[in-house]
């Protein structure tokens, strides 16, 4: 960031002085003043800031209805405060720890499953030498990225339903069919499997790039001291990635109870509650739906804050690996 | 399944407590509401003595005679008119233009795409008969009801709202509908003549439309013969087949079809989803109510707690584990259950009565030149069949508490324009727009033009609607007669369920209590639970609540009767 900073500040090198000379020795410098010379990076992040203290930190106020019994009509500040006591009920309710269960789970599954493949897809499309052929495939892994969730839902069924090309080609051909849509007992690999289809192309960008940074006369040094292609692999690439890796790890294990709603909302009836119920589905079924809004607020701050604690705890682990995590010790 | 139970058991001190503050909410708003009205209370609904005095008069009008009377059926129920033929010189039911230049702001449901909102002319068109500017802004039908409380929480409710009654449950409507304006003083009684076409509507479809004893709502769709669904099957098909639809009488004589019509290797299944959300269209085969019913000994019961919903649910288990639902009925896409129809993957389905009409078979007939749509006589698991009617209007619309008094009298009439009846030339205008642009006369009745099937929704007749008619849409005379006399049959198992119109509201704790009910049906329903699971899931249902909303209702039923 300061290369690009230096370097629109220094052509015009007369009148910029003052400015290049902040560049380079900041430290001194009060409050006032590094935002004067920070001023263009500042302008640069401000939609961001701006974007999320509109959508993301304002609606935050909201989390007060989870100590309260909020009623639509009474509003935040009419509606009783009751402590702890939405709280309480959340956590003697068995739905509302199936629906945490079945969270964790699907995150498990999906971090073991999901998380590897676009790291092998990039290497992959890294190894192949024709442009041509490499664009073609990375547009081809990167479409399903940009299909909704419904429409993704919809592929699957057609292909893999009870009356989908798949089983009626077994069908017509005598053999037995195979439920995948409606099994309860395998839709954690279902949804996996739709995530992967749907997202692996797209998450293949960041290791790309990760792979682009990597000097390349490291590659020519090894080649030339005998080191073949794994041993390169090994010794160069993945160490160059590793950062990157970590990095989106530590972000994965924040999300994890952040399993998603729609894909699980959309094949709910398909596989029933017990399947399906995540806690995103859970505030809204039982919080939004039936105007129990309090109800729904306090799952999702229970949610957020563990999630929050899952972040601290695994950049704690990522610094321990000597990397940055999302912030830098 | 232990698990719930052994949690409600702990669960229920807690519970109690929670239900202890909303005891006290509501009494703080039965003493808000105190103010205006002494006799005001939480429950929503009014006396039959205090109704009489505030539904407003039947003035009806008579100037078409339909081709197929109305038939008077049992309990009160009666059939729609049939016409075959829209008259060649429409009558004029509103003299002037209705409005004053007003604008307003609108919502209504819609199930259905929604039409481009900038240069619709059938918009532009009705505007301008209306003399107002109605900003129409519809929304999806399926997930209206969860946006309504968001709607309501933000104070942003439109100028007129269209709300069906079902989804008033979740709003504690009983506090709600002080947000709207009461049309009493305008409508009660004789004061309706000021506006005929809405005197035209009969004094029963407005009493759901009554709450806390007062006049909120304008009748959207009202019907004398409202029922939630029935079971349809594929004439042309049956006809091939030499099935007789007659010789169906009871669920297992339906369920016996399966094997026949099953043909899952060439893409071909005998049912879609039969069950219905939450047993609504299995409840009219096998006796038992939507809600809540009243057994012999007189005491209360919830659908939930009945023996005939675990007959239901054994029976459709059967049909499930036989191979002959559709599998994607099975993986719960009910969105298609329509084109599966059409397309002949499926033979015999459920659905609400309004899927029976002109432009179905224009669908039906472009996916198969042969498609027929018919619907069974009443089917019934032991004796005569028996169904149950809705109130006399399902769905109404409102006007916002903070207009002002000439205002509201602009949009009532304005709303009586909307209300012209079949044959009028107002009538054509409200459903089609301007002839030769969005629709053209075709055989004597009105078609969309291709700009109107893209242009025409139902906006306009979800905000107030005359009295229910069957007519010939798209073409298709027949099926306007099939209908047609097919209901003149159905009114006559017609029955009132408990707490009719009633507009009871209950407690807003309880409104999540049933969803559990709900999602457990749905796993029995497809044999991925036992019938033993559902009733421990009952019974953890009374236990969070059903049994106190039955107290509630019994509390009801002794103050205000049971409206049947």
């Not at chain 1, 195979?178 to 395998?186: C, E, L, V």
């Not at chain 2, 909102?117 to 059938?122: A, Q």
């Not at chain 2, 969070?544 to 049971?562: S, V």
Request: aromatic content about 12%.
């Amino acid at each position: 960031m300061a290369a690009i900073d230096d370097g629109v500040a220094a052509p015009p090198a007369l009148s910029s002085q003052p400015s290049a000379k902040a560049a380079s020795g900041g430290r001194g410098l009060n409050w006032w003043g590094r935002l004067k010379r920070d001023r263009s990076l500042v302008i640069m992040t401000l939609p961001a800031v701006i974007l999320l203290a509109v959508f993301s930190y304002g609606p935050m106020f909201g989390l007060i209805t989870a100590f309260q019994a909020y009623d639509i009509y009474n509003g935040v500040a009419g509606s009783p405060f009751v402590g702890f006591d939405q709280f309480q009920r959340l956590f003697s309710d068995p739905l509302f720890w199936h629906a945490l269960e079945n969270t964790l789970v699907l995150s498990a599954v999906q971090l073991v499953l999901y998380f590897p493949i676009p790291i092998v897809l990039a290497l992959l499309l890294n190894s192949i030498m024709s442009s041509k052929v490499r664009s073609f495939v990375q547009a081809i892994v990167y479409l399903p990225h940009f299909f909704g969730w419904v429409l993704v839902v919809v592929v699957f069924q057609e292909m893999l339903g009870g009356a989908g090309a798949l089983n009626m080609f077994l069908r017509q051909h005598d053999m037995a069919t195979w439920n995948i849509m409606t099994n309860p007992d395998t839709f954690k690999y279902l949804v996996t499997a739709q995530a992967v289809w749907k997202e692996a192309g797209w998450g293949i960008v960041v290791f790309l790039a990760a792979l682009a940074a990597i000097d390349s006369s490291l590659y020519e040094a090894a080649a030339a001291d005998g080191a073949n292609r794994w041993r390169r692999l090994w010794h160069i690439t993945l160490p160059g990635m590793r950062g990157v890796i970590v990095l989106l790890l530590v972000l994965r294990l924040g999300n994890a109870l952040s399993i998603g709603f729609e894909q699980f909302i959309l094949q709910r009836l398909a596989v029933g509650r017990d399947a399906a119920e995540v806690l995103d589905t859970f505030a809204y079924n039982y919080g939004l739906v039936g105007n129990n809004i309090s109800y729904g607020t306090a799952a999702g701050l229970f949610k957020g804050i563990v999630s929050v604690a899952l972040l601290l705890a695994a950049n704690k682990v990522a610094h321990k690996f000597g990397e940055d995590g999302f912030y830098r010790r | 399944m232990q698990d719930p139970l052994k949690g409600a058991a702990t669960n229920r001190r807690q519970f109690l407590s929670l239900a202890g503050l909303g005891v006290l909410s509501v009494a703080g708003v039965g003493g808000l509401a105190g103010c205006t009205d002494k006799k005001a209370n939480g429950p929503g609904t009014t006396s039959q003595s205090d109704l009489s005095k505030i539904l407003p008069n039947y003035i009806p009008n008579t100037a078409v005679k339909p081709d197929m009377p109305a038939v008077v059926g049992a309990n009160g129920a009666v059939s729609d008119p049939v016409f075959l033929r829209y008259p060649d010189s429409p009558v004029k039911t509103v003299a002037a233009i209705p409005g004053k230049g007003g604008s307003y702001t609108t919502m209504t449901p819609l199930w259905g795409a929604i039409p481009p909102s900038d240069g619709n002319s059938y918009y532009d068109a009705v505007n301008k008969a209306l003399g107002v500017t109605l900003k129409i802004q519809p929304s999806d039908g399926t997930n209206y009801g969860n946006a309504l409380p968001a709607l309501f929480a933000a104070d942003k409710l439109p100028d007129w709202i269209q709300i069906p009654g079902w989804n008033t449950s979740t709003l504690n409507f009983g506090q709600g509908v002080s947000k709207f304006a009461d049309l009493t003083p305008y409508l009660a009684g004789d004061k309706i003549k000021d506006y005929p076409n809405l005197a035209n509507i009969p004094t029963g479809a407005w009493q759901a439309g009554v709450w806390n004893g007062k006049l909120y709502g304008l009748p959207v769709y009202p019907g004398g013969a409202i029922i939630s669904g029935t079971y349809f099957y594929r004439r042309d098909i049956f006809e091939k087949l030499n099935i007789s639809p007659d010789s169906i009488k009871t669920p297992d004589d339906l369920a016996a079809l399966g094997a026949q019509l099953t043909s899952a290797s060439a893409g071909q299944w005998a049912f879609d989803d039969l069950f219905g959300d939450d047993a609504n269209y299995v409840s009219q085969l096998f006796h038992f109510p939507q809600k809540w019913g009243i057994d012999s000994s007189g005491k209360l019961f919830h659908k939930y707690e009945s023996q005939e919903i675990i007959e239901a649910l054994n029976w459709y288990q059967k049909i499930v584990k036989a191979g002959h639902v559709h599998p994607d009925a099975i993986a719960g896409n009910n969105q298609n259950g329509k084109q599966r129809f059409w397309s002949g993957k499926v033979c015999i389905t459920a659905d609400g009565t309004g899927a029976w009409n002109g432009d179905d078979a224009k669908s039906g007939t472009a996916a198969n030149p042969s498609y027929r749509r018919a619907a069974f006589k009443l089917m019934s698991s032991k004796g005569t069949p028996t169904v149950e009617i809705g109130p006399g209007a399902g769905m109404f619309g409102y006007l916002n508490a903070k207009l002002s008094e000439d205002k509201i009298k602009e949009l009532l009439k304005v709303a009586d324009y909307i209300a012209a009846p079949y044959g009028s030339a107002e009538w054509l205008v409200v459903n089609f727009g301007a002839e030769g642009d969005t629709y053209t006369m075709k055989d004597g009745n009105p078609a969309l033009t291709e700009k109107g099937a893209k242009e025409v929704a139902t906006t306009f007749q979800f905000l107030v609607t005359p009295s229910n008619q069957t007519t010939v849409q798209q073409g298709f005379p027949d099926v306007a007669k099939d209908y047609g006399t097919w209901q003149a049959e159905m009114v006559k198992y017609a029955v009132k369920p408990a707490f009719y119109a009633m507009n009871v509201t209950e407690p807003s704790q309880y409104s999540s209590i049933g969803k559990a009910v709900q999602d457990m049906i749905q796993d029995v329903k497809f044999g991925r639970k036992s019938v033993a699971d559902y009733q421990e899931t009952v019974k953890s249902w009374k236990s969070q609540g059903g049994d106190a909303l039955r107290a509630f209702y019994e509390d009801i039923r002794n103050k205000y009767g049971t409206g049947q």
